[in-house]
């Protein structure tokens, strides 16, 4: 949506005031990012003994500004004009993923099965399998699935996970695989983009590529591009090294202007497919849980553009969050269950 000169104002004087107090509360005390959760109950038990620490006074921390944004945001839903999504292609068997594996980061868990669990709370049929090595065994385990993407690169790994391999030797190696597990379908790097300042160097891009190709030329090349860095970046040389993009929302109030990123997405990357990527935990302002009306606007916003044939599916991240953030959580299955 096209924001006016007032609202534009509004949310930016409100995501400066929490960026303020975020930055207080770090100089006062160590808080790893994405390792917060929300406040729990006094008889709270953890059933997973290989689930990570989490921060949950986070949330209480960044207090009142926290709530000061969301108030922007939700009046700026408000005035949006209602969309009718009677018509939307719905999430489900063939678009729906979610994202997640065995990482000792972010709180999440070292359960080899923890992607499982999060896709089947979400009831979805495809999982995007990270952090954890591409082995037999971890194949084997997801193979319920209808199709699968793995994690090829070495960027947020668990340590270990890509017991010595290059990023190029990983791709080859799950290319191999692929012919024993029909329903791996391609390769996901993550933050693949991130560490380039200006302009994005192809070299490595194209060792992956061709690795993965190698044994199974139809496996596809997924990569994780921030909407951040569209403005910043010149990602022509990668261009012929990347099937599909898997673009994500660093800030929430960047999704308020779905429209322009998803066009801005399509310059930079002409003629690709663009998969969702949708965080439960928001990364950028809060670093706390999303926001459900935003959740419930960038789904809606997704079902339009996969009706326009932009989008090709939804990426949810992921199996961590259900327990970290279970309001966003249940907005999201709720959603799904109910469009």
Same mark, same amino acid.
């Given at each position: 949506?096209?924001?006016?000169?007032?609202?534009?104002?509004?949310?930016?004087?409100?995501?400066?005031?929490?960026?303020?107090?975020?930055?207080?509360?770090?100089?006062?005390?160590?808080?790893?990012?994405?390792?917060?959760?929300? =406040?729990?109950?006094?008889?709270?038990?953890? %059933? !997973?003994? +290989?689930?990570?620490?989490? #921060?949950?006074?986070? /949330? @209480?921390?960044?207090?009142?500004?926290?709530?000061?944004?969301?108030?922007?945001?939700?009046?700026?839903?408000?005035?949006?004009?209602?969309?009718?999504?009677?018509?939307?292609?719905?999430?489900?068997?063939?678009?729906?993923?979610?994202?997640?594996?065995?990482? =000792?980061?972010?709180?999440?868990?070292?359960? %080899? !099965?923890? +992607?499982?669990?999060?896709? #089947?709370?979400?009831? /979805? @049929?495809?999982?995007?399998?990270?952090?954890?090595?591409?082995?037999?065994?971890?194949?084997?385990?997801?193979?319920?699935?209808?199709?699968?993407?793995?994690?090829?690169?070495?960027?947020?790994?668990?340590?270990?996970?890509?017991?010595?391999?290059?990023?190029?030797?990983?791709?080859?190696?799950?290319?191999?695989?692929?012919?024993?597990?029909?329903?791996?379908?391609?390769?996901?790097?993550?933050?693949?983009?991130?560490?380039?300042?200006?302009?994005?160097?192809?070299?490595?891009?194209?060792?992956?590529?061709?690795?993965?190709?190698?044994?199974?030329?139809?496996?596809?090349?997924?990569?994780?591009?921030?909407v951040h860095e569209l403005d910043i970046k010149d990602f022509s040389l990668i261009q012929p090294y990347m099937?599909?993009?898997?673009?994500?929302?660093?800030?929430?109030?960047?999704?308020?202007?779905?429209?322009?990123?998803?066009?801005?997405?399509?310059?930079?990357?002409?003629?690709?497919?663009?998969?969702?990527?949708?965080?439960?935990?928001?990364?950028?302002?809060?670093?706390?849980?999303?926001?459900?009306?935003?959740?419930?606007?960038?789904?809606?916003?997704?079902?339009?553009?996969?009706?326009?044939?932009?989008?090709?599916?939804?990426?949810?991240?992921?199996?961590?969050?259900?327990?970290?953030?279970?309001?966003?959580?249940?907005?999201?299955?709720?959603?799904?269950?109910?469009?």
């Open positions: 949506m096209k924001l006016t000169a007032e609202q534009r104002m509004k949310l930016d004087l409100a995501i400066e005031r929490l960026h303020e107090k975020c930055r207080n509360v770090r100089m006062q005390r160590t808080v790893d990012l994405g390792a917060t959760a929300a =406040p729990r109950s006094a008889d709270y038990v953890e %059933d !997973d003994p +290989l689930c990570g620490k989490v #921060d949950t006074q986070w /949330a @209480k921390d960044i207090e009142p500004e926290n709530s000061a944004l969301d108030a922007v945001i939700r009046e700026i839903l408000a005035d949006a004009p209602p969309m009718d999504t009677s018509s939307f292609v719905k999430l489900g068997d063939d678009n729906l993923w979610v994202w997640g594996g065995p990482t =000792p980061y972010w709180g999440g868990s070292m359960a %080899d !099965d923890t +992607l499982v669990k999060g896709a #089947d709370y979400f009831n /979805a @049929k495809n999982v995007v399998y990270v952090y954890g090595p591409t082995s037999e065994k971890m194949l084997a385990l997801h193979g319920k699935f209808k199709r699968m993407l793995c994690q090829v690169n070495s960027k947020c790994r668990t340590p270990g996970a890509q017991g010595g391999m290059s990023d190029e030797e990983n791709a080859g190696t799950l290319s191999r695989f692929s012919l024993q597990f029909p329903n791996i379908v391609g390769a996901m790097c993550d933050d693949v983009t991130t560490y380039f300042l200006k302009i994005v160097l192809p070299e490595t891009f194209e060792a992956r590529y061709r690795a993965l190709k190698k044994h199974n030329a139809n496996l596809k090349m997924y990569g994780v591009v921030y099937d599909v993009v898997n673009l994500w929302f660093w800030n929430k109030d960047e999704i308020l202007e779905y429209d322009e990123k998803i066009e801005l997405c399509r310059k930079k990357f002409p003629g690709k497919p663009i998969i969702q990527g949708i965080f439960l935990h928001e990364y950028g302002r809060s670093d706390a849980g999303n926001l459900p009306e935003i959740l419930v606007y960038q789904l809606d916003k997704t079902r339009e553009y996969m009706t326009k044939g932009v989008v090709e599916g939804v990426i949810l991240l992921g199996d961590r969050e259900i327990k970290k953030w279970p309001v966003s959580a249940e907005t999201v299955r709720n959603y799904l269950n109910n469009q």
